[in-house]
Each structure stands twice: as C-alpha cells, then as structure tokens.
C-alpha cells in the first residue's frame, strides 16, 4: 500500500497522472493528511537530486492557500468570470481541488529559491504575507462599504425588501452584477 | 382600486424568485391600508398605512419602517391620468382572459422609445381592479409577474394597528427626515429627464456615513427612477450595476457621486444620472 501511494506521490509530483488518478490521490491525501510529509519529502529530494536548492513548506502552508482561496470575495463578479465560474464549477467538487492544490503547488514553487538560513526566508515570507492581510483587509472593507452603500438605496427604493423580504436574507453583492450591455 | 375592500394570495414573481403572500386592501372614506402577511419563509407582515410601509420581520423581530416608500401599490403602481402619458406610452387593448377564475381585460402599454419597460395588466371587468401584471424587457423577456390566484371583493374589512411596541432597536428607519421643498435642491435635472417627472426631495441617512444622501425620486407614471447624490468615497464602484430588475448608473461629478437607480433600462439610468447638473 505505502509503495503505492508513494509511486502515486512521484507520479503527482512528475506531473503524470490523469484525471481521474489525479482525484484519487487527492482524495488519498486529504484523508490522510501525513502524506503530504511524504510528498514535501520527495519534493525536496526531488529537487536537490537535480541540483536545485530548496525551501521546504510548513505542512500546514496548503491548508493555509486553500483556506485563502476558500474565503477570497467572490463577489461583484463580471458577467464574463460569472460564466468562466460555472464552467469551472462543471468540472466538479474534485477537479476544483485539484485546480486549487496545482496552484498550491505552483505558489510554493514560486517562493523556492534558497534554503541557507530559515530566519532570513521566513522574515520576507512574514512581510508579505502582513501585506497581504493588510491590502485583504481593504479590499473587503471597501467592497463591504459599497455593498452598504447599494443596499441602503435599494431599501430607499424598492418593494422587493417588503415582497420578497431578500434585502435582509440575501447579500446583495452575491446576484449584483456590473454589466454595460444589460436592457 | 382605491375605494374597495378586497383580499387575496398574490404571487409575486421577480429576480428569479416566487413569493406568495395574502393581500388585504382595506378603504374606509379617504382612507387606505394594505396589508401582506407572508406564506413563506422569511415569515413578515407588511402594512402600508397613511404613506407608511412598516415590514416586521417575524423570526428576527427586526422591523423596517419606510416613511416616504416610492411605491403607491404592492401589486402595480398605475398613473393617476393615463391619457397624460400618450406622448411616453401607447395603450392597446388585448382579448378577455381569466385570472384567479375572473373575468379580465388585458391592456398593453407600449413605450415609445427604449427608456421604460413594457407591461401587459389584466383588469378585473367587474370591479376594474388590475389581477395581473408582467413586465417586460426590450427584448421582451418576462422581467416580472404579479398574479391574484385568488381575490373577494367584500363590502367591509377591519383596518390593523401596527404593533407599537416595538423595540426601537430593532428598527431601521428609512425616510425619516420629512421631505424637502424641491426648491432647497442644489442640483438640477436636465431636460425633463426623458419624459420622468419630479415627485419629492429628501435627505436621507444611510447609515455608513455621517453625512446626509439626497435622494430625488422620478416617475414617468408607471416607473420610478430615484436619483441619489453623496459625497464621493474612495470606493465608489462607477458604471452600471444590475440586480435583477433594478439598473443603476453611478457617475462622479465634481466631489459627488450620482447615482441613478429603477426598474428602467439601462439608457434611462445611464442618462439620467448624465443629466444631472448643479445649480
């Protein structure tokens, strides 16, 4: 069994399985979470066979993108992302998953660079990610503020609160839509 | 409309969602209440009494309180002169058909140009009351549908008190400020706003900011456009925005932004809002 999951592990990280391989070795890995030990294992192996330096990701880095990617606003999206969101939702549960593990992937890939010291890797990594929190933190505060702003002068103006009592059970920004082509 | 007492279950159909809710009308001399009482979930009762919507929401215990509500009707707002509108709209009458088992004329009324929507009402041939009402686009999609599945005239109902205690926290008032003289307006519209006319003038707070909102109310008769006017922020989203049936256009102009919302299209929201011009 453990030298199955870890050829599937080489496999993923090789970037040679398919689809459906692919959804289960997800599947594998959520259910047992210590597996992905083993894969930062071979993924630093990986890279220091090829002579390549490496920084090895907390185990709970993944989690931390997915739960990020979970909680970004998804809000006052365009018609156009609306419509390219359905398609991706169509691929299903598994394959999303996938897609958000992959770009998990490639985001640590992008921070590997030089393991010499963890204190001088970790310091930028703390700024960033302070920044980050920062402008996040903005940009919902901004976005919350509009959808304030929209909802106090739908009040003001329609009926819809009265027959349809949505204005205080629905978040507006979930079904606004900003279009220039609309009747 | 106005002189009878009449209850019933209306459905009301609009953004993609069906409510049903029972309607009572009550009319007594010169005066009038209304009454919806929801069926489903989120529970409310709705009264509009003397120029006032209160909507108390059952399960939160939250209570809305709208002093100045745009609206004149829950089921179809209608022009007091038809004929007044024969330069923004043309009326044709439809063949007889049957809403909630009676008997109804159906009229259409057909905008002129692309700035309003078209509606087909069916009118009750026995008492003229409006039983059913759709909305359409321009491409002639259904936008909205509000139908009797059932109606009594009766010659007498009761009027109801709305519940006075009420916690005042709970309440969200809208409107409060009593409205304004159209003259204290520092903003003008330009043109007669294609075919809108002015109804009031108001100050209003929104609550997010202490400054106040000036909220200018039109209306071609059958829709109602309001006209909001505040101090820009940093976050102003500016173009069009669309819930449902409702556009809005918001522009910046000087240090405000104008906001131009209604159940109209686009254009008329987009050049509304355009047309505004400060004195």
Known sequence: MNKEINQKISQFLDDELDHAELDDFLLKIKQQPQLKNTMNRYYAISHLLSGKDVLIADVGFLDKVGQEIEQEPYHFLSKRSIKRSIKL???????????????????????????????????????????????????????????????AYLQAHSDDIYTHGSLSYQPLARVVNFSSNNN | MKTLNYQGTVAF????????????????????????????????????????????????????????????????????????????????????????????????????????????????????????VEVYNLAGETLEQVVYTDIQVVDTLKFVKVEKNLDDTNITHIHLQETDALEKMDFILDEQAIGFHLVFFTRMDTGISDKKVDHLLLSDGFSSVSVYREVKSDDTQLGVQTLGTVNSFTRIAEDYQITAMGDVPVKAVEEIAQGIAFQ
């Not at chain 2, 309607?23 to 409310?44: C, F, G, W, Y």
């Not at chain 2, 008997?103 to 140009?113: A, G, L, M, R």
């Open chain 1, 89 to 151: 939702r169509s691929f299903g549960f598994w394959s999303k998953a996938s897609v958000a593990m992959v770009a998990s992937f490639a985001i640590i890939a992008a921070i590997v660079s030089q393991q010499i010291n963890v204190t001088t890797i970790q310091a930028p990594q703390i700024l960033v990610k302070n920044k980050s929190i920062k402008e996040g933190t903005a940009i919902k505060t901004a976005k919350s503020s509009q959808h304030e702003r929209f909802k």
């Open chain 2, 13 to 132: 159909f609009k953004n993609g969602r069906l409510d049903t809710m029972k309607h009572t009308h009550v009319a007594d001399q010169k005066i009038e209440q209304e009454r919806l009482l929801s069926l489903n979930s989120p529970m409310r009762e709705v009264i509009r009494d003397a120029g006032t919507i209160s909507c108390i929401f059952n399960k939160s215990k939250k209570v809305i309180v709208n002093h100045r509500p745009v609206s004149r009707s829950f089921i179809v707002d209608l022009p007091i002169d038809f004929s007044a509108l024969n330069t923004i709209y043309r009326y044709s009458l439809g063949e007889e058909e049957f809403v909630a088992m009676r008997s109804s004329q159906t009229v259409f009324i057909k905008p002129v140009d692309q700035y309003r929507y078209p509606r087909k009402i069916w009118i009750d041939r026995e008492y003229f009351l409006p039983l059913k």
